[in-house]
């Protein structure tokens, strides 16, 4: 019989793997709950972040960490852009022409990055990476740790952005009613660019923390995005908070379910829980929300 | 003899009761009305009967079976038809394949429900049209083609939501005229209006809902001047 | 008279070009170099698959990203069969649809009962897929992640493999092709098909009218997978190796998928068309550039702009061109009869 500590090491690192799941839904989350729009690259966008930070590193040694700085507002960059020329043009399309688009464009970077950088699975090597703390008898990775608490906070900032402050108000304003917030004067283009940025900045930032812990490969979206699928099912579809405990169940059951059954069953276990609360309550643990 | 018979009905939405208790019963033969302001309930009932709500507490019995828990194609196939307040039609089809798709209910195959369709657009007067898609129909003839699709269905009780929204005077002699011919082909019709000029012409009786309950019924006549019934319009649009 | 006026019908360009570009296509895979020939193939592969997929997806308008599970299950049944138990693929190719209908029935039970649609219904079609990846990744009997070594056999029609030239692989592909065409034209002129498209006009009315949806929209689901299937054993039979990685992945929805929606989704040449487009892109950008990555570079940017400009697919477009193609070659009755 294994001992209770391997249990809850595994457990924990799973669970904190779900911080960056979280994350990266509470981004889709924003964006289909205030523009109604499936964005199925939200994962392929975490993968470049992953290498930008894999590359800088290498060449110049800059620690992953500091890319947060320079990942937010760039992919909040890349995610007007692509709200302009891509996104604008979906607004109000069946959701699965919207797949279409957004799988095409994840297609376009995850190819992108297989033609420059290789199929090669990449990792950042420094003592940080490698690094742990002790909490009472059980060694939890550090950069996970770390990534876990961040993602965490930015959720948190992203809700309080939303609910406190003048901006947030319109945000919502704009995702409750589009006619009614042009009439009162809100840009609804601009916010729909800001959204979209914000959300994929999230995108972003959870690659940078990914990078510090995990494989950087082309095709590692491709494995977020049906985690993230799941988490934004479970926590309720454009619920921004709910995104946390849909990220949490999600690492819990991998963690249980690698530790329980072999790890390459681990892929089943979270899909199975969600057909199983897609059976049952379909919005979600939390309900679906307008943001 | 009583061919619908709503006992006790009630169907809650949350928190908000949009049927309360409502028992009514519909004569085979005759042409019911149901009338009642926005809000009353009216839809609701008609999607109780109908299988699309699935009721709080009561019962709905049909033809003597009890048909509260079945589902809409199950209601239909035993005779209740029924038309949409919204236009609602098959936008891919012609409207011979509209109607078709009716008669497929009870033709024994396709070419059987092919011939059912076109007598059926003759009743109607559509039949030169029967090669036109749908899309290109005014909304008006959208809706006929919608209460010919399911008069193709052959129903016993036909179900009428708001038949002659958006129709001018003439028309809406054109719509009685043909309800009545449904009538006389033996279909009972449980009409549910919010103008109260075709009810006056039309339904043998009438029944008034308001705040999803029943406030009135009895001979169209004396439904039209009681006191409650009134009350219930006020502020609506009343057209005598 | 009746006799000679139907004829005249055949000898009008609308008959008698099609008719030539079927036999065109034939003749000329006799001459066609092994790759442009193995393009082809591909090409008339995924021309299938899509119709396949149209009939669920294109008529009922429920829209699956998961058909990879039931190309799978086909092409692990037969192979299944053929390794263990030597039966021909031939025969295993229908146990191979039997047990695809099956997880198709299931699947549909699942996603309908449960009145599944829009993106709910594509993200539990893929989860319905992707545990079926998983379960054949761990399953050792069927090669796990390594998958499946078909044993390589002279040519032969029992064994289903040929290799001193493939052409019988393309005429078996054609002829899969021509089978499925049949069952969609039949389809769509009988009840099914009234029902079907009923339901993705408008499913409370067909409701209303006495369709039981939930029933027939199975249905759909069940002929689609059956239909895959098919092409998974085609494909084992043609690749010689499978594992779940090659012919259960996410990757082999979306291409089974893209050739309809490009070409168009809900019409008969739509998924043909489409096929034509990707499979040409992908072969010959794979071929000229040597290294994976630009083919999916470019079929991304293609689903993009489809969805951006055309979603309906470029269908029309070449309808309008085939039309006046049409308009321009002589009839040979002499007097045009459409």
């Given amino acids: 019989m294994a001992d209770i500590s391997t249990l809850i090491q595994v457990i924990v690192s799973a669970l904190l793997l779900g911080g960056i799941y979280s994350l990266i839904a509470a981004g889709f989350n924003l964006i289909y709950g205030v523009m109604d729009i499936i964005n199925c690259a939200q994962a392929d966008l975490m993968m470049l972040a992953m290498y930008l930070c894999f590359w800088l590193f290498n060449l110049y040694g800059v620690h992953p960490l500091l890319m947060i700085f320079v990942a937010a507002p760039l992919f909040f960059i890349i995610g007007t852009l692509i709200q302009r020329l891509i996104i604008n043009r979906l607004l109000g399309a069946p959701s699965f022409i919207q797949a279409i688009a957004t799988i095409g464009l994840g297609y376009v970077l995850q190819n992108l990055a297989l033609l420059f950088w290789k199929e090669d699975y990449r990792m950042i090597y420094m003592p940080y990476t490698t690094a742990v703390t002790i909490i009472g008898s059980i060694s939890i990775s550090l950069p996970r740790l770390v990534a876990f608490m961040g993602c965490l906070i930015m959720i948190v900032m992203l809700h309080i952005l939303l609910t406190r402050t003048d901006f947030g108000r319109s945000i919502r304003a704009t995702s409750e009613n589009r006619e009614a917030a042009a009439l009162m004067g809100i840009n609804v283009k601009y916010v729909y660019a800001l959204v979209f940025g914000i959300g994929v900045a999230c995108a972003g930032i959870a690659g940078v923390f990914t990078s510090t812990f995990y494989y950087t490969y082309p095709t590692v979206g491709t494995v977020f995005l049906l985690k993230m699928f799941v988490v934004v099912v479970l926590g309720g579809c454009g619920n921004v908070l709910g995104s946390i405990a849909g990220g949490l169940i999600v690492g819990l059951a991998e963690g249980v379910g690698s530790f329980l059954l072999l790890p390459s069953w681990k892929d089943a276990i979270y899909q199975i829980i969600f057909l199983i609360v897609l059976a049952i309550k379909p919005t979600g643990i939390f309900g679906e929300k307008k943001v | 003899m009583r061919i619908l018979e709503v006992k006790n009905l009630t169907k809650r939405f949350g928190g908000l009761i949009a049927l309360n208790n409502v028992s009514l019963s519909v004569e085979k033969g005759e042409i019911l009305g149901l009338i009642g302001p926005n809000g009353a309930g009216k839809t609701t009932l008609f999607n109780c009967i109908t299988g699309f709500y699935r009721p709080d507490s009561g019962d709905i019995i049909f033809d003597g079976q009890n048909i509260t828990k079945l589902t809409p194609h199950d209601i239909a196939i035993r005779g209740i038809a029924r038309t949409f307040q919204a236009v609602k039609a098959f936008q891919s089809m012609t409207i011979l394949e509209s109607v078709t798709t009716g008669a497929l209910c009870r033709a024994k195959n396709l070419e059987e429900a092919k011939r059912r369709a076109v007598k059926t657009l003759e009743f109607f007067g559509l039949l030169e049209k029967k090669g036109i898609p749908t899309h290109g129909l005014t909304i008006v003839d959208q809706k006929r083609l919608g209460l010919a699709s399911a008069l193709a269905t052959e129903p016993k009780l036909l179900l009428l939501d708001e038949v002659v929204a958006g129709l001018n005077p003439v028309e809406m002699e054109e719509v009685i005229n043909l309800l009545k011919r449904i009538r006389d082909l033996g279909v009972t019709l449980f009409v549910v209006e919010h103008l109260m000029h075709l009810i006056m012409s039309i339904a043998d009786r009438v029944i008034v809902l308001h705040h999803g309950e029943k406030i009135a019924e009895g001979k169209t006549a004396e439904v039209a001047t009681d006191e409650k019934v009134i009350e219930a319009y006020l502020g609506e649009r009343f057209i005598a | ?338």
Avoid at chain 3, 88 to 113: D, E, K, L, Q, T
Wanted: hydrophobic residues 55%.
């Fill in chain 3, 1 to 338: 008279m009746i006799l000679t006026s139907r004829i005249d019908r055949l000898l009008s360009p609308k008959f008698y070009f099609p008719l030539i570009l079927l036999i065109a296509a034939l003749l000329l895979s006799l001459w066609l170099p092994p790759f442009l020939l193995h393009v082809a193939i591909m090409i008339v592969l995924f021309s299938y698959l899509g119709i396949a997929w149209n009939i669920l997806c294109g008529y009922t308008g429920k829209l699956g990203w998961g058909h990879a599970a039931f190309f799978g299950i086909g092409a692990y049944t037969s192979t299944a069969l053929y390794i263990f138990y030597k039966v021909s693929p031939w025969i295993g190719m229908v146990f191979g649809a039997m047990f695809a209908a099956a997880y198709g029935a299931i699947c549909g039970v699942f996603c309908f009962r449960f009145r599944l649609g829009g993106h709910y219904l594509v993200i539990a079609t893929i989860a319905l897929a992707e545990v079926v990846r998983v379960v054949f990744i761990n399953w050792a009997d069927m090669g796990g992640a390594w998958g499946l070594l078909l044993p390589v056999v002279p040519d032969s029609w029992f064994e289903f493999q040929f290799h001193t030239t493939r052409i019988p692989y393309f005429f078996i592909a054609l002829a899969l092709l021509l089978m499925v065409l049949y069952v969609e034209i039949k389809l769509v002129n009988s009840k099914l098909g009234y029902y079907f498209i009923s339901i993705k006009d408008d499913e409370g009315m067909a409701e209303s009218l006495g369709i039981n949806t939930f029933k027939y929209k199975v249905i759909a689901m069940v002929i689609s997978a059956a239909l895959t299937a098919f092409g998974g054993t085609f494909y084992a039979q043609y690749v010689l190796y499978i594992s779940p990685e090659t012919v259960m992945p996410l990757s082999l929805s979306t291409d089974i998928l893209i050739g309809a929606v490009v070409g168009g989704m809900g019409t008969i040449a739509g998924p043909i068309i489409g096929a034509v487009i990707i499979q040409l892109i992908h072969e010959f950008t794979r071929a000229y550039i040597g290294r994976a990555g630009l083919d999916y570079v470019v079929a991304g940017t293609i689903m993009v702009l489809i969805a951006l400009l055309r979603p309906h697919g470029v269908i029309e477009w070449v309808e309008r061109m085939y039309n006046k193609i049409i308009g321009l070659l002589p009839s040979i009755a002499g007097e045009e009869i459409s």
